[in-house]
């Protein structure tokens, strides 16, 4: 056994995008993304997950009604633009992404989000991954809507390295997103949706 082994894989970008195509024409609903080098498979989303993101959308239109919220539109993230993110939704003015592909530039992103899943790295990938990974990006915000918590999260102050600061809400509380995003959540709603 060589000292390799015991390493894990780490991919190149360029690989990764050739092999998240070849994927994805072979297996209907596969989403892939690059963190830290290493690939990971996204868990396809229930239809309470389905529920959350069309409510999240609906009052993000009915308060911003210029801006779109994205549903899997793939970000160059991290530094360098080196890693590869599917959030959930990505929060955005209007046309912001027209006439890029998969993996779009996350500049005009005011806020990304995720929607816990109930798979085994939701924790890994949901609460410790994706918060750095947006942050080195300068996303400004990164939303948690954490079903196995009953909770929501905003992360805000991107450092450029980690989110200076999060707020955390129990389902049921409001929460308001700050600049430059500036709605306030009435998350009640979200207590229907958890299994």
């Not at 409510?55 to 080196?82: A, F, H, M, N």
Request: glycine residues 8%; hydrophobic residues 35%; aromatic residues 8%.
């Amino acid at each position: 056994m060589t000292a390799l082994a015991d390493r894990p894989h780490i991919m190149e970008t360029e690989h990764f995008e050739e092999a998240a195509r070849i994927l994805a024409r072979l297996e209907e609903g596969a989403r892939l993304e690059l963190i830290d080098g290493k690939v990971r498979s996204k868990a396809m989303p229930d239809g309470d997950h389905g529920r959350i993101i069309e409510w999240l959308t609906r009052l993000c239109i009915q308060s911003r009604p210029e801006l779109w919220l994205y549903p899997d539109q793939g970000l160059k993230v991290q530094e360098y633009r080196s890693g590869r993110a599917r959030p959930d939704g990505g929060l955005a003015p209007s046309g912001a992404f027209v006439g890029q592909g998969e993996w779009a530039d996350p500049d005009p992103v005011l806020m990304v989000v995720e929607v816990t899943s109930y798979d085994s790295d939701t924790d890994q990938r949901d609460r410790v991954e994706k918060p750095r990974a947006y942050a080195e990006t300068a996303i400004p915000l990164y939303l948690l809507i954490d079903r196995q918590a009953c909770q929501v999260v905003v992360y805000s102050e991107p450092d450029g390295a980690r989110y200076a600061n999060a707020h955390t809400v129990p389902f049921g509380k409001s929460l308001h997103l700050p600049d430059p995003v500036g709605i306030t959540l009435e998350t009640e709603q979200l207590k229907d949706w958890v299994n």
